[in-house]
């Protein structure tokens, strides 16, 4: 391709796309044609001149045609028309978003492009020979520009902003800037210039057109009339020329308060009522005074003008009140009706409103006191009273004094409270007061008595006051001295006279008010020991003599004197054991046993002790053994054949005790005349079908079973040899008039053996078990 061609070209892009005739004028052209290597005649290598055209591409955005959008046309003066030449696009986008005719050269965009998501692509083109698939220019890199268009309107970072300003702010006063942002080329055309107008808001609010601020436009704007504002702001791009884009946003504007209103009263005068009980400190009403400023401004304080002595007004803080309150205790009888004036201020002032203007008011307070049954008043509170301890029970402590405070003055009585004298020590006089005691006080058990004593009004006894009373007992000398501890004293075999071996101290329970001083000693004629009194309330205890043996005294008891110094004066006799003790040459106990004296044969006192014991314990092994053969030998129940008392069996069958009825009937116990003879036991199973019956004996004929049981129980009862456990004695006497007369052989002048009891089998199952014992024995068996 020649110069002219290539020129041609670049003449026909403008009318293929106007806004890239710009780059591609001869002068941006710079070497267009690059030299290419080749054989020329003679097969001489010779440089042939680059045939790329191009410097960069423009491509407008949101391309909207229905076929591939034309980029551009790639050419090589290598190319000769004749189909040989391959045109090759790679990069970004080469392919999906940028495709190539490979032998024409023309490019394509495929898609839609957006300049806000990617404004400029990087590829690079070759030629490649069809037939050798040789590179016939070098990889050259190329730009696609995209053109931007007013595609995107401005936009507000939030839907709504808010903001405030003080209210009676001057014009002009910035309130808030707001500012939009346009996603399209600031640096092409105006698409991306705002401009700011108001379209809500006037005329209180101007916006700046050029960086979206916002100002005070209107003067003296109250806070008390209006406190919020909305404000409509609009952002246009393409400057604001008709055809822009444009997004809006509402700025909430709200008036802050400044103090620029004084508190006021609504009413100047007010009546407060008050009972003369009202403790001190206590809220007897309330006044407010209003401010229409909000927060810390709107912040008051109560005073009273002048002060007062009788009362007190302190602001509320959560309610911004003034609460009166009493200062002294309100008397009825003594003055009914106060007045005062009270001034309300603001606490923190603004000194632009200052002038001109009163930040404070006065209003006029009358307070009334109201009588009331007021309970009665001690003249003291608490009452502290000294009494001795030697007091007896009986004497006079103290007095209390109450009275009633109204005009009228009833009587009161007095009492104690006895939760506070649980030991009753204490009776007041219901009608004076006074205290005295009922039992004698001992100042070393309490030393101090704390009681109530009650005031009652005796017209109205739900007006109580009660007051401490405070009791110290005074102390007497009534205790004497003693030991302040046990001590352990020893004295050593080898001592020398005058040694120490002992120092002791005393405790008095007293306490006098000059201190303690304690005499201590002991009886003159001890041949032993000696005291020596430190004036200290200490003595040391010395050794009289030398040479003490264990053998002649295992032990001392020294009795020692302590007597005081307070009036009267009291002493004691404590006695200090000394034990004598073995000791090494530097005076270190070893022991304290006493030591054992020998005896002519030999037998120590330990041996002749252990010997003794040895006795004792045989001769208890003695008695013992000769108690329990004699509780061996002991009488059994039948003594003889004329004991009245029968032969007790034992069946081995136990019954269930007082509960069980299967085995005998209890009513037929208790009354055996009423025993049928037919009833057989509960407990086992008849042999017989039917049994064998026998008439009732006669029933009045028991009297003598009376007597001869009523006999043996004082027997038995009168018996020391009877056991000290309750026993059974079993009686089988069945009295006169039993068909099968008596079974016991007691009276029987036939032994056992000459005895036929053969008829006992034919008696039937109530005597089966009583056969089967004499039938089956033999004569020469006992029973």
Same mark, same amino acid.
């Given at each position: 391709?020649?110069?002219?061609?290539?020129?041609?070209?670049?003449?026909?892009?403008?009318?293929?796309?106007?806004?890239?005739?710009?780059?591609? /004028?001869?002068?941006?052209?710079?070497?267009?044609?690059?030299?290419?290597?080749?054989?020329?005649?003679?097969?001489?290598?010779?440089?042939?001149?680059?045939?790329?055209?191009?410097?960069?591409?423009?491509?407008?955005?949101?391309?909207?045609?229905?076929d591939?959008?034309?980029?551009?046309?790639?050419?090589?003066? /290598?190319?000769?028309?004749?189909?040989?030449?391959?045109?090759?696009?790679?990069?970004?986008?080469?392919?999906?978003?940028?495709?190539?005719?490979?032998?024409?050269?023309?490019?394509?965009?495929?898609?839609?492009?957006?300049?806000?998501e990617?404004?400029?692509?990087?590829?690079?083109?070759?030629?490649?020979?069809?037939?050798?698939?040789?590179? /016939?220019?070098?990889?050259?890199?190329?730009?696609?520009?995209?053109?931007?268009?007013?595609?995107?309107?401005?936009?507000?970072?939030?839907?709504?902003?808010?903001?405030?300003?003080?209210?009676?702010?001057?014009?002009g006063?910035?309130?808030?800037?707001?500012?939009?942002?346009?996603?399209?080329?600031?640096?092409?055309?105006?698409s991306?210039?705002?401009?700011?107008?108001?379209?809500?808001?006037?005329?209180?609010?101007?916006?700046?057109?050029?960086?979206?601020?916002?100002?005070?436009?209107?003067?003296?704007?109250?806070?008390?009339?209006?406190?919020?504002?909305?404000?409509?702001?609009?952002?246009?791009?393409?400057?604001?020329?008709?055809?822009?884009?444009?997004?809006?946003?509402?700025v909430?504007?709200?008036?802050s308060?400044?103090?620029?209103?004084?508190?006021?009263?609504?009413?100047?005068?007010?009546?407060?009522?008050?009972?003369?009980?009202?403790?001190?400190?206590?809220?007897?009403?309330?006044?407010?005074?209003?401010?229409?400023?909000?927060?810390?401004?709107?912040e008051?304080?109560?005073?009273?003008?002048?002060?007062?002595?009788?009362?007190?007004?302190?602001?509320?803080?959560?309610?911004?009140?003034?609460?009166?309150?009493?200062?002294?205790?309100?008397?009825?009888?003594?003055?009914?009706d106060?007045?005062?004036?009270?001034?309300?201020?603001?606490?923190?002032?603004?000194?632009?409103?200052?002038?001109?203007?009163?930040?404070?008011?006065?209003?006029?307070?009358?307070?009334?006191?109201?009588?009331?049954?007021?309970?009665?008043?001690?003249?003291?509170?608490?009452?502290?009273?000294?009494?001795?301890?030697?007091?007896?029970?009986?004497?006079?402590?103290?007095?209390?004094?109450?009275?009633?405070?109204?005009?009228?003055?009833?009587?009161?009585?007095?009492?104690?409270?006895?939760?506070?004298?649980?030991?009753?020590?204490?009776?007041?006089?219901?009608?004076?007061?006074?205290?005295?005691?009922?039992?004698?006080?001992?100042?070393?058990?309490s030393?101090?008595?704390?009681?109530?004593?009650?005031?009652?009004?005796?017209?109205?006894?739900?007006?109580?006051?009660?007051?401490?009373?405070?009791?110290?007992?005074?102390?007497?000398?009534?205790?004497?001295?003693?030991?302040?501890?046990?001590?352990?004293?020893?004295?050593?075999?080898?001592?020398?006279?005058?040694?120490?071996?002992?120092?002791i101290?005393?405790?008095?329970?007293?306490?006098?008010?000059?201190?303690?001083?304690?005499?201590?000693?002991?009886?003159?004629?001890?041949?032993?020991?000696?005291?020596?009194?430190?004036?200290?309330?200490?003595?040391?205890?010395?050794t009289?003599?030398?040479?003490?043996?264990?053998?002649?005294?295992?032990?001392?008891?020294?009795?020692?004197?302590?007597?005081?110094?307070?009036?009267?004066?009291?002493?004691?006799?404590?006695?200090?054991?000394?034990?004598?003790?073995?000791?090494?040459?530097?005076?270190?106990?070893?022991?304290?046993?006493?030591?054992?004296?020998?005896?002519?044969?030999?037998?120590?006192?330990?041996?002749?002790?252990?010997?003794?014991?040895?006795?004792?314990?045989?001769?208890?092994?003695?008695?013992?053994?000769?108690?329990?053969?004699?509780?061996?030998?002991?009488?059994?129940?039948?003594?003889?054949?004329?004991?009245?008392?029968?032969?007790?069996?034992?069946?081995?069958?136990?019954?269930?005790?007082?509960?069980?009825?299967?085995?005998?009937?209890?009513?037929?116990?208790?009354?055996?005349?009423?025993?049928?003879?037919?009833?057989?036991?509960?407990?086992?199973?008849?042999?017989?079908?039917?049994?064998y019956?026998?008439?009732?004996?006669?029933?009045?004929?028991?009297?003598?079973?009376?007597?001869?049981?009523?006999?043996?129980?004082?027997?038995?009862?009168?018996?020391?040899?009877?056991?000290?456990?309750?026993?059974l004695?079993?009686?089988?006497?069945?009295?006169?008039?039993?068909?099968?007369?008596?079974?016991?052989?007691?009276?029987?002048?036939?032994?056992?053996g000459?005895?036929?009891?053969?008829?006992?089998?034919?008696?039937?199952p109530?005597?089966?078990?009583?056969?089967e /014992?004499?039938?089956?024995?033999?004569?020469?068996?006992?029973?």
């Amino acid at each position: 391709m020649t110069a002219t061609q290539l020129l041609l070209l670049l003449s026909m892009l403008p009318l293929l796309w106007p806004t890239a005739a710009l780059p591609f /004028m001869p002068g941006n052209i710079g070497e267009v044609f690059g030299l290419s290597a080749g054989k020329g005649d003679g097969g001489t290598l010779h440089r042939s001149k680059r045939g790329w055209m191009w410097n960069q591409f423009f491509l407008m955005e949101e391309y909207t045609g229905t076929d591939h959008q034309y980029v551009g046309k790639l050419h090589s003066n /290598m190319d000769k028309d004749d189909g040989n030449v391959k045109y090759v696009l790679t990069g970004e986008g080469a392919g999906s978003l940028f495709i190539i005719d490979e032998k024409s050269g023309d490019i394509h965009a495929t898609k839609r492009l957006d300049r806000e998501e990617k404004a400029m692509y990087t590829l690079h083109a070759k030629v490649i020979d069809r037939r050798t698939n040789r590179e /016939m220019e070098a990889d050259t890199e190329f730009n696609i520009k995209i053109h931007d268009i007013n595609d995107n309107e401005p936009k507000f970072a939030k839907e709504i902003f808010f903001a405030s300003v003080p209210e009676m702010s001057e014009v002009g006063t910035s309130v808030a800037t707001v500012t939009a942002n346009d996603a399209d080329d600031q640096t092409y055309g105006n698409s991306a210039r705002l401009v700011y107008s108001i379209l809500q808001g006037q005329p209180y609010f101007s916006v700046d057109s050029e960086n979206g601020t916002i100002k005070t436009a209107l003067p003296g704007m109250d806070r008390e009339v209006k406190e919020n504002y909305q404000v409509v702001i609009q952002a246009k791009d393409m400057a604001g020329q008709m055809g822009g884009l444009s997004g809006t946003t509402t700025v909430s504007i709200t008036l802050s308060d400044v103090n620029d209103s004084p508190p006021r009263f609504a009413n100047h005068s007010f009546r407060v009522t008050a009972v003369e009980s009202t403790e001190v400190g206590g809220a007897i009403g309330r006044i407010k005074a209003d401010d229409p400023d909000i927060g810390r401004n709107a912040e008051m304080d109560y005073s009273i003008v002048g002060g007062h002595d009788m009362f007190n007004i302190i602001t509320d803080q959560s309610t911004q009140e003034g609460v009166l309150v009493v200062r002294k205790a309100l008397d009825y009888e003594d003055k009914r009706d106060y007045e005062f004036r009270v001034e309300v201020r603001n606490t923190y002032l603004d000194a632009r409103f200052v002038h001109g203007l009163q930040f404070k008011d006065y209003a006029t307070i009358r307070v009334t006191v109201e009588d009331v049954d007021e309970p009665p008043v001690f003249t003291r509170n608490p009452y502290v009273i000294e009494v001795h301890e030697d007091t007896a029970a009986g004497s006079f402590v103290g007095v209390v004094s109450a009275r009633d405070p109204d005009a009228e003055n009833k009587p009161v009585k007095y009492s104690i409270d006895r939760h506070t004298d649980l030991e009753r020590l204490f009776n007041i006089d219901s009608v004076n007061g006074s205290i005295t005691t009922l039992k004698a006080l001992d100042r070393e058990m309490s030393r101090w008595h704390n009681i109530s004593v009650v005031a009652t009004e005796i017209n109205n006894p739900r007006q109580t006051t009660r007051v401490p009373v405070f009791i110290k007992v005074l102390d007497v000398n009534d205790n004497a001295p003693e030991f302040a501890m046990s001590y352990d004293t020893f004295v050593c075999e080898n001592v020398k006279a005058g040694q120490l071996i002992q120092t002791i101290s005393a405790v008095d329970t007293d306490e006098p008010l000059v201190g303690h001083k304690f005499v201590f000693s002991i009886a003159p004629a001890n041949p032993n020991f000696t005291i020596v009194d430190r004036e200290d309330n200490t003595a040391n205890i010395l050794t009289r003599r030398g040479g003490f043996r264990r053998r002649e005294m295992s032990m001392y008891f020294l009795p020692v004197v302590i007597s005081d110094n307070d009036y009267p004066i009291q002493s004691s006799t404590s006695t200090l054991v000394v034990r004598v003790c073995a000791c090494d040459s530097r005076g270190n106990m070893q022991t304290c046993n006493p030591e054992v004296l020998p005896f002519s044969d030999g037998l120590t006192t330990g041996a002749l002790v252990a010997i003794l014991l040895c006795v004792v314990i045989l001769l208890m092994i003695v008695v013992l053994f000769a108690a329990l053969r004699r509780q061996r030998k002991k009488e059994p129940l039948i003594i003889s054949k004329e004991d009245v008392r029968d032969n007790v069996v034992s069946y081995n069958d136990e019954g269930g005790g007082e509960e069980d009825t299967q085995a005998f009937d209890i009513g037929t116990l208790r009354h055996p005349e009423a025993m049928d003879a037919n009833k057989m036991r509960r407990d086992i199973i008849p042999e017989m079908l039917f049994p064998y019956r026998r008439s009732s004996p006669a029933k009045d004929h028991n009297g003598d079973v009376r007597d001869f049981i009523n006999g043996r129980l004082q027997d038995n009862d009168s018996d020391p040899t009877a056991p000290p456990y309750d026993s059974l004695a079993t009686y089988a006497y069945e009295g006169c008039g039993s068909l099968a007369e008596s079974l016991s052989s007691l009276e029987s002048g036939a032994t056992e053996g000459d005895q036929d009891y053969d008829y006992l089998t034919s008696w039937g199952p109530p005597f089966k078990k009583l056969a089967e /014992m004499y039938v089956a024995k033999s004569p020469d068996r006992e029973t």
